[in-house]
Every structure is written in C-alpha cells, then in structure tokens.
C-alpha cells in the first residue's frame, strides 16, 4: 500500500491506497479519543495487503483531535456531526471533497469505546445468515475478548441500542436522527453501499487490538 497526502489550499489528508480502483474504504480516527486503533489499523493493513482487496484508508479523518487525543475537534466539535451541505469545519469539508466523486462497495469505519469490555459492531445490511459472523464472533472470543451483549449507550439518543454477540443488523452507528455523521452521508451521497461500524474495547492493549483488528478485516474482507 501507498501512503499519499490529499490538500486543498491549506488543508490536507493523509491516505493509504492499494490498487488503481479501491472498493473497500476505511477510516479511523473521527474521534480523537479513539486513537489507539489507528496504528493497528496501519500495521494490520500492512501485514495483510497481499490478500486484501484493492483499498483506500484515512486514518485520521479529523487530524486536529487525534492530535489533541478528545473527541472534538480543535474548534470544539464533534466531526462526526459535520458531514452536511454547507458545513464550515475543514476537517469534514476536505473530506468530503476527496470522496464525493468517488464509489467503493464497503465501508468499514473503526471506533473505540472506552465504556465497555466488549467488542461489537453495527451493520447497515444484515449478515445473520452469513457464515462470516459466527466465524468473527469466535475468533473474537477465541482471542479472550468479549462480545457485548446489551446496550451500547442508553444515554445517546442516537444510539441506545441494543447487541446480541456484538451485532447490531440494519444499522448504521449514526442513524438514529439528523445528526449529519459520517456513514450516513457516504449513504446518502450514494459513495458507499455497505457500512461495518466497529467498537473496538478502548482497554485492550495494543498487541490484541492488533489482533482483534486482524480477524476483523479477515472475516469481513478476506474470508
């Protein structure tokens, strides 16, 4: 994979890429706080690019609260509130214009949640009967970390949702309301047409978030 910068004026990405034609996008870091699965993201698409297909991968979608390690950026916003029409943070803007002409059948976004023990993940399609998941779920077990089973955040309007083994089908981490995230506006602009939206245990320590990312992008991507 190719590491590559993005700029536009005075604003740039950084970004990886293999192949000419990516059909698989990844991002991390939408949320300062969740920094620590960028660099398992990094050395996990490495080790596995030979059997990976083609992709794109921004790891810091907003630099500025990576940087600062909190969930808002520097001017004090959550970037995953910022994805619309007319928004003003650069940080979405840039993003925004480096995609919007773009089409990938997957997108898999990773987060951190440092509230729970569990691994789990939302789906806007539904893998149920998918031998993937059960493969995923152990494999994930097999590694000694768990799989939510409960709510995510039942303070979060747009969220509270609930989770049997770490899966949530037919949704999407940011679409319980207008709230201008992310995936929803890859959705809606027609760019992606799938969504994986992982939660990776904050507390792991790096080797098994590297690990646990491992079987994520081999039974999702590979398998």
């Keep these: 994979m190719e590491k590559k910068i993005y700029s536009a004026g005075t604003t740039k990405i950084n970004y990886y890429v293999q192949g000419k034609s990516p059909e698989l996008l990844l991002v991390s870091g939408i949320h300062g706080d969740e920094y620590g699965v960028i660099d398992s993201a990094i050395k996990v698409l490495s080790k596995l690019q030979s059997e990976m297909p083609e992709f794109l991968y921004i790891p810091e979608i907003s630099p500025t609260a990576v940087k600062a390690k909190t969930r808002c950026n520097c001017n004090g916003v959550d970037i995953n509130r910022s994805f619309k029409d007319g928004a003003t943070e650069v940080e979405a803007k840039i993003v925004m214009d480096f995609l ?58 747009h969220l509270g949702v609930e989770f049997v083994d770490g899966y949530k089908a037919n949704r999407t981490s940011g679409d319980g309301g207008p709230n201008c995230a992310f995936g929803p506006w890859l959705v809606s602009r027609g760019i992606v047409d799938r969504i994986y939206c992982m939660e990776v245990p904050g507390m792991l320590d790096p080797d098994l978030k590297d690990k646990l990312v491992e079987k994520i992008l081999y039974n999702l991507v590979i398998c």
């Design 100 to 157: 919007k002409d773009r089409k990938f059948n997957t997108f898999i976004s990773f987060h951190e949640d440092p509230e729970h023990s569990g691994f789990y993940f939302y789906d806007s399609g539904n893998m149920e009967n998918d031998e993937c998941l059960p493969r995923l779920r152990n494999n994930v077990k097999n590694l000694g970390v768990e799989l939510l089973n409960g709510v995510d955040d039942p303070h979060d309007e």
